[in-house]
C-alpha cells in the first residue's frame, strides 16, 4: 500500500505493443493495492517527426508555437494508454499538463516547474483510479502550453512525486538499473542497489545517461526516493535516496563515468593577471557555448596556460571566437584536441579517504595512459585523456577499486 | 476593414507547403485592413491515422481518452500555421479548445458548444494579432478535452463568427462555391453565387459534401453569413444568408441533389392498425439505425405497405433486426433494395409556385424513368428511382429547370 509515481519514457511507450505491455504492469501495481500515477513521454520517433514539421516551416521555430506542437506528442501517449488501462477493467484518467495545472514559467522551450495542484489527481485516486500525466510539459499562468525540454519528463515524475508527497518515483527506462561502469565497456560493471543523489547527479552529469540531471536534483532538493527500473525486465533497480550508509566499510567509489563528447581548448602564454579567465570565457559563454571543465595552473614569468572543455560540436564556434579576440589573451598561443575523453571516478566514500587520487594515477600511469587535465569535486575526480584510451582506462580502474565486488 | 473568420480543411492544410499557402492567403486578408480569426482542421490523413492508434488498442475507444488523442491533430495545425504567420511578418497567436474556452456539454467525440468566450480573442485582435484557433475540439466545464465530431471544424468556425459577430464566416475548401447540381455528373451545373441557409441545409443533407450540415444550422440560427470558398483559387465562391429575394421571377429551384448511399426496406401486408409505424422502426432506431425516408401509403383490406430507406452500411444490421421481429408486422413481407438513388430538388421559391413536381414527374417520365418512394417538403421534392438512372435523371432536371441559365 503505497503511492508510487511511475514515469515510462518514449521507447517504453514506441509501440502499441509497448504501450499495451505498460498498462499491465500499471495494472499489476494498481491490483497490489497501490495508488499508482503514471507520467508518460511521446512514443519514440514522435517528437523528432513534431520537430522536422516545425522546423521545415521556420528554422528556429516561434518558442510558444513550437511548444503547442510538441506537447502534442505526450497528449497522444496519455490517451492511448488509459484505453489500455481501461480495456483491462483498471479504471484510469489521463490529464495533460495543462489539465492537471502543472504550473511553470513562461520560458518556452526550457519552462522551470512552478507549482502543482495535486486537487484533481488526489480525488481521482481516492476514487480507485490510475492517473495517466503528460510528461514534459506544463501551463503559464496565462494559459499557454510551456515544455520543460528534452528529458524532461523525468522532472515531471519527480515533481508530481514531491508533490504528491510519493513513497517512491520509478523512472522505468531501457535499462535496469545504474551500473558501476558502463556494462558495453566493462564487462564486470555490477548493477548498484542503491547510490546517493549527490553521486547520481556526477553519474548523470558526467555522461551516464540513465537519468536526466534536473530530475536527480529535483529528487533531491525535495528527497524523493527515485528508483531507475527496466521497463521490459523485473528487478529491484537502482534506488537513489540520501540514505548514506556511515559504515566505514562502505565502497569508496560507487562508479565510474566516460565521457567522449567534449573538446579541449588551451591558450598557453597568457598574462597571468586578474580578470583574464573572464575576458577568454565572457565571450563564449555569450554564445551560448557551455564550458566544463577549466584549468588553470600557476604561472612563471606573469605567463600561464589556460584549458578548458566544451562539447565538441561546439569546438569550431568557440574557436573562431577566441581567434576574433585573440588580442584579449596577449596573442597567446591558442590550440585544440577534439580526440579526448573524461573519466571519473564518483563516490561519496571519498569524502573521507585520502588517497584515491594517487591511486588512480597510478592505475593509469602503470598502464601508460597519459592524463592532460585534473579536476576534483568533493566526491568526484575527473581526469582527461587520449580519447584512444578510454576503454582501457574505465576497465582498468574499475579493477583497481574492486567495483565488481559488492561491498560487505 | 471586416472582421472575418476563415476555416481551412484537412487537405488545404495537408502538407508544409499547404499551410504556408494559407499562411499567404490569410497574410494578404490581414494586410488589406481585416480583422481575421482562422479555424483550422487537423492536417489530412492524421484524424485518421490517431484513430487507427486508438482503435488497434481498444476496438471502441473510450470517449473520453479518443477525443484527447484525436484533438492533437488540430493542435499541431494551430502551431504549424502561426509559425508560418510569424515568418512572414505577420503576428499570430494560436489557441487550442481548451485556450480558448470553447465550453461544450460533456457528450465526448460529439459534443454540443454551449457557450465561447471571446475575450482573449479580441484582445489579441486589438493588439494587431491573427488567431488561429483549432477546430473540432472543445472543453467541458470540468476542464475535460471534447471533439465536436466529425467535420466540426465547420462549425467551430460557424459558432466563432457567431460568439465575434464576425461580418463573414468563410469556409476555404477544395471546391469553389455550392452548384446547381454535381458538376461531374452534370457538366453544364453553375455555381451559384447566393444560396439561403435553408436551401443549404436540404443540399447539404442531401449529399452535397460541402459544408457540414450542423455548421449551416449554426449559421441560419445566429445568422452569420456564410461563405464558401475554394482554398486553392481565388473566386467569389457562394454567399449563404437569409436575403430571401422576394422578386417573382427569381429562380424557383436552387439545385439539385442526388444521394446514392441509401438503401429501401418495404414491409408489404402489414396491418393498417395505430402503433404499427412505431413498432417497427422503434427497434431500428434502438439500434442506432438512423432512419430517412418514411413513406406509408393508404391501405386496403386493413393491410397497408410501409417503406422507410436507411444509410445502405446500415442495411444488414435493420434487415436482421426486422427479421428477428418479423411477429411485430403481423408476418408481412420483408424486401430490401440496395441499388437506389435519391435526387431532390431544392429551392424556396417552389413554396410560392405548384407545378414543380408535376414538371419534375414528367420529365423523369420522359426518360423512362420510374418513381418508386416520393417525398416533400416545403422547400424540397425527393424521390428515389434506380440507381442506374441518376446520372440521367440529375442532367434531365437540370435542363427541364434551366438551372444553367444565371436568373434574371
Known sequence: MALIVQKYGGTSVGSVERIEKVAERVATLKEAGNDVVVVVSAMSGETNRLMELATSIMPQPNPRELDVVLSTGEQVTIGLLCMALIKRGCAAKSYTGSQVRFRTDSTHTKARIEHIEDERIRADLA?????????????????????????????????????????????????????????????????????????????????????????VEFAGKYNVPLRVLSSFEDGEGTLITYDEDTNVEQALISGIAAKRDEAQITLSGVPDSPGVAYQILGPVSDMNIEVDMIVQNVGADGLTDFTFTVGRSDLDKAMSCLQE??????????????????????????????????????????????????????????????????????????DAFGLDQVPD
Request: aromatic share 4%.
Open 127 to 215: 476514487d480507485g483510479r490510475v492517473v495517466v500525466v503528460a510528461g514534459f510539459q506544463g501551463v503559464d499562468k496565462d494559459g499557454n502550453i510551456t515544455t520543460l525540454g528534452r528529458g524532461g519528463s523525468d522532472t515531471s515524475a519527480v515533481a508530481l512525486a514531491a508533490a504528491l508527497k510519493a513513497d517512491e518515483c520509478q523512472i522505468l527506462t531501457d535499462v535496469d538499473g545504474v551500473y558501476t561502469s558502463d556494462p558495453r565497456i566493462v564487462p564486470k560493471a555490477r548493477r548498484l542497489d542503491k547510490i546517493t543523489f549527490e553521486e547520481m547527479l556526477e553519474m548523470a552529469s558526467l555522461g551516464s545517461k540513465v537519468l536526466q540531471i534536473r530530475s
Open 325 to 398: 579576440r585573440i588580442e584579449t589573451c596577449g596573442n597567446c598561443e591558442i590550440t585544440s584536441n577534439d580526440s579526448i575523453a573524461k573519466v571519473s571516478l564518483v563516490g561519496v566514500g571519498m569524502r573521507s579517504h585520502a588517497g584515491i587520487a594517487s591511486k588512480m594515477f597510478k592505475t593509469l600511469s602503470d598502464e601508460g595512459i597519459n592524463i592532460q587535465l585534473i579536476s576534483t569535486s568533493e566526491i568526484k575526480i575527473s581526469v582527461v585523456i587520449d580519447e584512444k584510451y578510454v576503454e582501457l582506462a574505465n576497465r582498468a580502474l574499475h
